[in-house]
Every structure is written in structure tokens, then in C-alpha cells.
């Protein structure tokens, strides 16, 4: 093993390249494919050693992985512009600009990116400084960046050729399809491609020493994402969108190592592909996949009839667990933040924008693991809104009850049972809409004087079953 310092300048390298797969989930919808991005020629042939070396260390993969080659590969060096131009044409036919949209969005308004930050200029430049190497599946070709050094290459190569012979025998391209529009499962199956392609480029490291990476001690995967500060553009990146890119190759080499053990070998993990993980949850804790632990199906109503026009619907999605713990992250230390992460049972959410005036509307409706936590989350997420609107008027808080208003609109946060719910950007006749809309008992009144109060409640949990909080709420 060459340590996590070495680990970490690969992961460094290598980070951009699920860029386009993960933080910008591939979005083909049915009115206008976009032609498919694909390389010209490169600017020069590549030398015979690297074609040597290429096919060299393709059979060794092909052996340490059991995956025997089925086809022949097309081998290219690449010039920065030439990287650039596959990034731009990439990027556009993997996003609908409606989905870029909706997602910048979504992003500013959970607090995840600042408010009018260049998602995807910021982005190509990123992709374009830090890529090694990539492997397209649409055109079975794989290419080393050209700024790579002749020394470093071999293990770019293992890097990528892994996940070509993955892709040959299982189609990498349709099966991370299959998971949409599920942004989180995406994730997921991202975390999946990219564990395992670094899993086995350091089991490639270690070939001849005796040592497996199955064998050895299990990586830390906060001790990897601590080793990103330098003057790159992903260590300037907003936190969120940093741990983002980096997490398929740490969370990923982590559960890969895990599937690694719990079976024989890579023999084993294979059947991954047939199975893959649903969620960020199962990735970021194994044990759960390897259970079957599901998430819980969360729906949100139809918005007709409640938000009516000019409300629109950008998108409704599944921020996971891996998307909580960074709002989470936000606001609460690190440690707290990860312990409610670990509540998540299941989510959705939807970004709606009001056509005429632009402002955005963020609903996020929760399941936690049961009622206990969906209190602990409610005291919790009632603070993390109130640190991220400074400004805040009209504060009404009961047990599992908590609203006020923003220079954005209404804020609305309300626990039943084992559920949570938000409204951010809308009015209390808009929430109270979406509460019976979902079958929610009715939220408390708002009362004149004292009853609205700017004293901090303190939140415990709370004796009584949920219907009693429920009614306890609903009644005053
Ligand atoms: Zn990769």
C-alpha cells in the first residue's frame, strides 16, 4: 500500500471524472436526444510504448478482476482542448438544460450552492484541470490525459480499463440508466463504478507484494476527503459540491472494500452489477445493502391543487441520505450531523418556481427511522432553519410544529409520526394545503399574543404516542 497520501492525490486526479455522471445525473429525456458526444481523431497518434503498456496492463486487469476481454479497445492520448471540447459536448448531451436548471435551483435554494454560483462553467474547468483519464462507454475508448506523466499513466490505465472491462460485461452505460430518474440511486451506482475501478487500481499498486486491498486494514473515508486542500478548483469548490464529486471514489472504495470481504474476492463483487445498491444510504453503510435494507417509498401530492398556476414544477427528486448529511453539514457539527444523516428511511423532495416573479418554493418531505427520531430530527432541522434565515419574523413553535417568516416567504416545518415535512418559500394556506393534502392531521392555529413567542422551545422527546403530539398540536 502506498498510503493515504498517495490514495488521496489519485483520488485527486480521478475526481472529475464522475462529474458528469454524478453531480449532473444523466437526464435523456424522450423529446430531443442529444446527438451522442464522441472524440475526433486525436491531434497525434499515441507511441508504441503507450499502446504496449495499455495492452499489458489490460490483461492483468482482465486476470485480477476475472473479467476476460471480449472486444478491442480504442487507446488515445488527449490534449487539454481536446479533453475541454469531449467535457462541453458531454455535459450538454447528458443534461436537458431544463434538468441543469432545475437542479442549479434546487441546489441554491437547499443552501448547497451560493445563490447564482456558475454550476456549469465551474464545472468544465474542474473537469478539465483535474481529469487523468477517462473511459466513454459510448465509443469504447479510453485516453489519458497528455499532461500525465509517462510514469503515472500505467495506473490511470488501471484505473480506467476496469471500467472497461466492466462496461463490456455489464453494459455500464445502460445500467446506470436503468437507475433513473432516481438522482439519489444514480448516486449510488456511480459510488459503485468508481469504488471499484480505484479498489482495483490499488490492488493493481499492490500486485507482487503479497497484499490485497481486501486484505488490508478498512480505509477511512473522512481521512481521504481531508486530503483535497490545495489551490485546485475542487478544493475551491462549496463544500457540498467538493464532497459530491469525491464521494463515489471514497464512500465507493469503502463499500467496495466491504463487498470485497463479506465475499471470496472480485469474483464476488460482480454480482454487485446485478444487485446493485439502491441509495447513498446502503453505500455509506454497507451493512445495509448487504441486509437488503430498502428505503421507504416517500410521495409528494400533485401540486394542481395546491399550488396552482403560475407555481411550476421544476423537478421532483430523492435528496438521500449522502444529500442530507451535506445540508446537515451546513449548519450542525460534523459529528451530529452524521448521527441524523443515519435517521434518513426515505425522502422527496420538489423544486417549484412561480413563473412570473422567479421565487422558488423547496418541499422536502422526510421519513426518519421511526418517531423517536422524527423528534430529534424536528429540534434539530427547526435550528438548522433558523441559521439559515438570519431574518425571521412572525415565529410560531409547538412540539412538532415550527414556522416563520422570511424575507424568502414562508418557512414551515412540521413531524408526524415517523415523517418530517418543509415548506420553504410559500404561505400558511399554501402548507396547509400540502398537510391534508398528504392526509396530516391540521396544523395548529396561528394565535395573536402570546402564543407566538420568539422563546426557544426545548425539544425532548416527548411522552405520549404520536397521535397524542398529533392531537396535542393539532388542537391549539
Ligand atoms: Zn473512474
Not at 475526433?40 to 499515441?46: G, Q, R, T
Not at 459540491?241 to 465507493?252: K, M
Not at 422558488?360 to 426518519?368: A, D, I, K, P
Not at 394545503?433 to 426545548?458: D, F, H, M, Y
Request: aromatic share 8%; with cysteine.
Amino acid at each position: 500500500m502506498r498510503g493515504p497520501k498517495m490514495l488521496v492525490r489519485w483520488l485527486a486526479l480521478l475526481a472529475a471524472v464522475s462529474l458528469l455522471a454524478v453531480s449532473l445525473p444523466a437526464r435523456r429525456g424522450a423529446q430531443q436526444p442529444a446527438p451522442p458526444a464522441s472524440l475526433p481523431p486525436p491531434h497525434k497518434a499515441p507511441s508504441a510504448e503507450f499502446l504496449r503498456a495499455a495492452d499489458e496492463v489490460l490483461e492483468e486487469m482482465s486476470k485480477l478482476l476475472g473479467l476476460a476481454v471480449k472486444a478491442p479497445l480504442k487507446k488515445s492520448v488527449r490534449s487539454r482542448e481536446e479533453v475541454r471540447a469531449y467535457v462541453v459536448a458531454r455535459m450538454k448531451e447528458d443534461r436537458e438544460p431544463a434538468k441543469r436548471y432545475a437542479d442549479q435551483k434546487a441546489l441554491e435554494k437547499f443552501g448547497l450552492i451560493p445563490k447564482g454560483f456558475p454550476l456549469d462553467s465551474f464545472l468544465t474547468e474542474l473537469l478539465t484541470e483535474q481529469v487523468a483519464g477517462l473511459y466513454d462507454p459510448k465509443a469504447h475508448e479510453f485516453f489519458i490525459a497528455d499532461w500525465i506523466p509517462a510514469g503515472g499513466q500505467r495506473i490511470v490505465m488501471a484505473h480506467e480499463l476496469t471500467h472497461a472491462l466492466q462496461d463490456q460485461h455489464f453494459h455500464l452505460d445502460p445500467w446506470m440508466d436503468a437507475a433513473k430518474p432516481n438522482d439519489d440511486a444514480v448516486t449510488a451506482r456511480q459510488a459503485v463504478v468508481e469504488g471499484a475501478a480505484v479498489a482495483a487500481m490499488l490492488d493493481y499498486s499492490l500486485r507482487g507484494s503479497g497484499m490485497s486491498f481486501r486484505g488490508m486494514r478498512e480505509l477511512d473515508p473522512d481521512l481521504l476527503l481531508g486530503g483535497t486542500s490545495d489551490d485546485s478548483s475542487l478544493a475551491k469548490a462549496p463544500p457540498f459540491l467538493r464532497d459530491s464529486l469525491l464521494f463515489p471514489y471514497t464512500a465507493g472504495t469503502v463499500f467496495t472494500q466491504r463487498i470485497l470481504r463479506a465475499g471470496t474476492g472480485w469474483g464476488d463483487f460482480n454480482r454487485v452489477f446485478e444487485n446493485p445498491p439502491s441509495s447513498t444510504q446502503q453505500v455509506l453503510h454497507p451493512e445495509l445493502y448487504l441486509q437488503g435494507v430498502q428505503p421507504k417509498a416517500t410521495q409528494l401530492p400533485k401540486w394542481k391543487g395546491i399550488l396552482p398556476l403560475p407555481w411550476k414544477s421544476l423537478d421532483e427528486n430523492t435528496l438521500g441520505e449522502f444529500g442530507l448529511l451535506g445540508l446537515l453539514k451546513l449548519h450542525l457539527p460534523h459529528e451530529r450531523a452524521q448521527e441524523l444523516a443515519a435517521l434518513w428511511a426515505g425522502d422527496r423532495y420538489a423544486i417549484l418556481e412561480h413563473e412570473k416573479t422567479r421565487a422558488l418554493m423547496l418541499v422536502y418531505r422526510l421519513q426518519l427511522a421511526g418517531e423517536a427520531q422524527a423528534l430529534r430530527f424536528f429540534g434539530n432541522y427547526s435550528s438548522l432553519l433558523e441559521m439559515k434565515y438570519p431574518s425571521r419574523n412572525e415565529l410560531l413553535r409547538r412540539a412538532n410544529f415550527f414556522s416563520f417568516t422570511s424575507e424568502e416567504g414562508g418557512v414551515f416545518l412540521r413531524c408526524h409520526i415517523d415523517q418530517c415535512l418543509s415548506m420553504e418559500g410559500g404561505t400558511r394556506a399554501q402548507f396547509d394545503a400540502l398537510t391534508a393534502a398528504i392526509g396530516w392531521p391540521r396544523n395548529p392555529r396561528v394565535l395573536p399574543g402570546p402564543a407566538r413567542s420568539r422563546q426557544k422551545t426545548t425539544i425532548a422527546v416527548l411522552p405520549g404516542n404520536a397521535s397524542t403530539v398529533t392531537s396535542f398540536a393539532a388542537g391549539q
